[in-house]
């Protein structure tokens, strides 16, 4: 018997490969069938900092990069390479694997020099400071005579 991956986001392949058929447009480049993973996400705002929380299940820390260009942070990384195809045992696989990669854009108030990072048990957590506020200033114009 064949090891079964399971694939959920692959019919949207399919849909997508049938829309673009139906109106002759080009297919977008997306591909849910591949090995890549996306982690979930979840960002919240204290009066101080963002707060992010990634889930990475498996990944240990030395596999994960966090970096910000441009005021753009990137979470990159990869788990441990688990060889589960054509071990004997395995009936279903649903897990993914392969790295990952997600980015966000940080506010203009996030102060790049301060920011930290932790995991536990799976999960990447980001405190990106604030800044303080912009104060705005009424700039005068002066008329040439």
Not at 40 to 55: G, M, P, Q, W
Not at 73 to 93: D, M
Not at 133 to 142: D, G, H, N
């Amino acid at each position: 018997m064949a090891i079964q991956k399971y694939r959920p986001l692959s019919l949207l392949d399919e849909l997508q490969c049938d829309v673009s058929t139906l109106f002759n447009i080009p297919a977008l480049a997306t591909n849910y069938a591949t090995e890549e993973w996306s982690p979930t996400v979840d960002i919240k705002e204290t009066k101080k900092d963002f707060v992010i929380h990634a889930d990475l299940p498996g990944v240990k820390s030395q596999n994960i990069e966090v970096a910000v260009v441009n005021g753009i942070l990137t979470i990159k990384g990869q788990p441990e390479n688990e060889k589960k195809v054509g071990e004997n045992n395995y009936k279903r696989i649903e897990c993914f694997t392969g790295g990952f990669m997600r980015r966000f854009t940080l506010p203009t108030s996030a102060d790049l020099d301060h920011i930290s990072a932790k995991t536990k048990d799976g999960v990447l957590e980001l405190h990106v400071p604030k800044t303080e506020k912009l104060q705005s200033k009424r700039i005068e114009i002066k008329t040439e005579k």
